[in-house]
């Protein structure tokens, strides 16, 4: 009987073992997919901060070809229109005289539209409607001076 005992242990012994290592086993298991998940996890974080520093940089790429562009295109327009004013045939003293005060009596009449809107604005209090007008008629104004007599000194 003691041999039946025995070999009854033995086998209850075995299966506790055995079922005491499958149990080890899974969580070694289940360990070590967290583990991966984890660095899974780290990679694609990662890949995720490479392409927006990628994206980040594209962005920048482009918003620097689109300043160059839009710079050589006001280069050009301006040189366009240096030529084209130097291309002109002289003509009779007075006429050219006219065409001279054309470009200052635009610009001043700019600067006064752009006064007058800035004090009605002033005076009314309607800041919100009269200063989005102002802006505009401000931006006309400048770049009207700017361009027209940006570069005017006189040719050696």
């Known amino acids: 009987m003691s041999d039946l005992l025995s070999a009854g242990a033995a086998a209850m012994s075995g299966g506790v073992l055995g079922m005491i290592g499958t149990a080890i086993g899974r969580g070694v298991g289940m360990a070590e997919r967290v ?22 940089g594209r962005r920048e790429a482009a918003a620097d070809a689109r300043l160059q562009a839009e710079t050589e295109g006001t280069w050009k327009g301006l040189t366009a229109t240096a030529d084209a004013d130097a291309a002109l045939p002289p003509g009779y003293a007075w006429v050219a005289a006219v065409r001279a005060l054309v470009r200052p009596t635009l610009t001043v009449l700019l600067w006064l539209v752009a006064a007058m809107v800035a004090l009605v604005a002033v005076q009314r209090g309607e800041l919100t409607a009269f200063a989005r007008f102002a802006d505009g ?12 007599f940006g570069d005017r000194a006189p040719r050696r």
């Open 137 to 148: 008629v401000s931006f006309a104004a400048a770049a009207a001076t700017l361009w027209w």
């Open 35 to 56: 583990l991966e998940d984890r660095q899974e996890r780290a990679r694609w974080q990662h890949e995720i901060a490479l392409r927006q520093i990628d994206q980040t």
